[in-house]
């Protein structure tokens, strides 16, 4: 067994890396919190999924650029378990547009959905955790917030700021037992992805070592191994997922 801790939120699990990270970490054991926005069939369809495996999972729906509702879904996961032993901040959009186009209406969009929602899941995760003086947590940041990229110029400020704000909080929770860190998948196949024209996906393979996107399966390992026991002395870190594509 690689957590000591029994349970799990991952923000945005419906669907995509979320949805399988909570499959990954149901499989180790934990009982897993599956949010969502909007497409309540889809994590219930996980639900089940996890079940059927053995695992122990519900769905609780609720947008994370909305404080007051983060906070009391959080306030609700406490109540029902008695803690919360791990957080996936997860979740994410893209709203991309050539930064001489993008109002400024479009670049908060962003900030707020992927990199505020972020900041109240780890402020919140830490009250909790600090208390029992045990927890991690893993913020999905992205390649792009560290090497930036046109077109994206909010996406890569929300997971630039994640990655510099993961390591405030590991610096601040460190003393309290929890440990904070983030992750940056390259290209991931995705419903994110899905959505790029074939010859835009060749061309970012031509730049990638292993010649492919990755499968969310493979980023789905790397939080597992972040939160577990088996990272115990790894706090503040950036784990770069990307096939080779930034070194
Ligand atoms: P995806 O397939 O588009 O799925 C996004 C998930 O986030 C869905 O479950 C969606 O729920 C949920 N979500 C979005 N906004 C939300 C909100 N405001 N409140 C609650 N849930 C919300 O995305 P993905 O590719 O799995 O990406 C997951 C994370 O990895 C994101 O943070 C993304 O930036 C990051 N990432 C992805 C890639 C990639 O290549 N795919 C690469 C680097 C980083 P609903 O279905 O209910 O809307």
């Not at 930036?148 to 997971?159: E, P």
Request: hydrophobic residues 45%; charged residues 25%; aromatic residues 6%.
């Amino acid at each position: 067994m690689r957590f000591s801790g029994k349970n799990v939120l991952v923000t945005g699990a419906s669907r995509g890396i979320g949805a399988q990270i909570a499959k990954t970490l149901a499989a180790e054991g934990l009982k897993v919190w599956i949010n969502y926005r909007s497409a309540e069939e889809q994590a219930l369809k996980v639900k089940a999924e996890i079940e059927e495996a053995g695992g122990e999972a519900q769905t609780i729906g609720f947008d994370v650029s909305d404080e007051s509702a983060f906070v009391a879904a959080l306030k609700s996961i406490v109540e029902s378990d008695g803690e919360l032993s791990y957080l996936v901040n997860n979740a994410g959009i893209t709203k991309d547009k050539l930064a001489m186009r993008m109002k400024s209406e479009e670049f908060m969009a962003v900030i707020e959905a992927n990199l505020k929602s972020a900041f109240v899941g780890c402020r919140e995760a830490l009250k909790v955790m600090g208390k029992k003086r045990f927890g991690a947590v893993v913020n999905v940041a992205s390649i792009v917030g560290e090497t930036g990229n046109a077109g994206q110029s909010n996406y890569a400020a929300s997971k630039g700021g994640m990655i510099a704000m993961t390591k405030s909080f590991a610096l601040e929770a460190a003393p309290r037992g929890v440990r904070y860190n983030a992750l940056t998948p390259g290209f991931v196949a995705t419903d994110m992805t899905a959505v790029l024209k074939d010859e835009i996906k060749e061309g970012f393979i031509s730049k990638i070592p292993l010649s492919r996107f990755a499968e969310p399966s493979e980023v789905a390992e790397a939080v597992a191994f972040l939160l577990s026991d088996h990272a115990s002395y790894i706090t503040g870190e950036t784990l770069r997922v990307n096939g080779g594509m930034l070194m």
